[in-house]
């Protein structure tokens, strides 16, 4: 190979690697700001109107772990504990009986925001629900809108539960960057 054409291979590495560090891409992510979601996810599984529907049951009728079953929500997310306060999205998507020997589900929903600052947006959430565990973690696999680029985890905390109908009111602490 001529110098001629070393040098050109060198330029060539030299600005590619260039665009790699300071391209569009890269400087959206280190430029990615940090935020804090706080909000109430309503699951309403008893009564007329029903927001998670069970599709599938669990195949072993008896099984303490539910493993095998599926439910579809349209789950309502509040600002307060209270299914009256305002609204601020709905939580749409699936969650399953993925874990034999507890009650343990694999959950995958987008969050999708109807109000204020993130109104349009959505937030993609995929990962493992012990809904008996005090505090369950879920990983924010992406977004849309506002959350572009979005990475970040989400804490979840049963604030209220019913026994007998099994309806629930889950707090939800979300930490992205996006
Ligand atoms: C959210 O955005 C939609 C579409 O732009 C709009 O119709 C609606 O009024 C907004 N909701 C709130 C609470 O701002």
Known sequence: MGKGVLLLLFLVL??????????????RLTEATP????????????????T???VVGPPDASSQSMF???????????????AGSP????????????????????????????????NGSTLALLGKNCPLD?????PVV????????????ALLRTHWFDFRTGDATVEYDVYVMH
Not at 15 to 22: G, N, P, Y
Not at 36 to 48: A, I, R
Not at 100 to 105: C, D, L, M, S
């Open 87 to 118: 609204p601020v999205g709905r939580a749409q998507g699936l969650y399953m009986g993925s874990d034999q020997a507890k009650i343990g589900f694999l959950q995958a929903m987008n969050l999708v925001f109807t109000a204020g600052a993130y």
């Open 35 to 50: 935020t804090h979601l706080h909000f109430y996810f309503h699951d309403t599984v008893s009564g007329k109107s029903p």
């Open 14 to 27: 030299v600005v590619a690697e260039a665009q790699l560090r300071h391209g569009p891409t890269a400087s």
């Open 142 to 153: 992406g977004g849309t809108g506002a959350f572009r680029f979005a990475r970040g985890y």
């Open 52 to 54: 998670a529907v069970r």
């Open 134 to 138: 005090a505090v369950r973690e879920l």
């Open 68 to 82: 095998g079953m599926v439910n579809v929500m349209d789950d309502l997310l509040t600002e307060g504990p209270d």
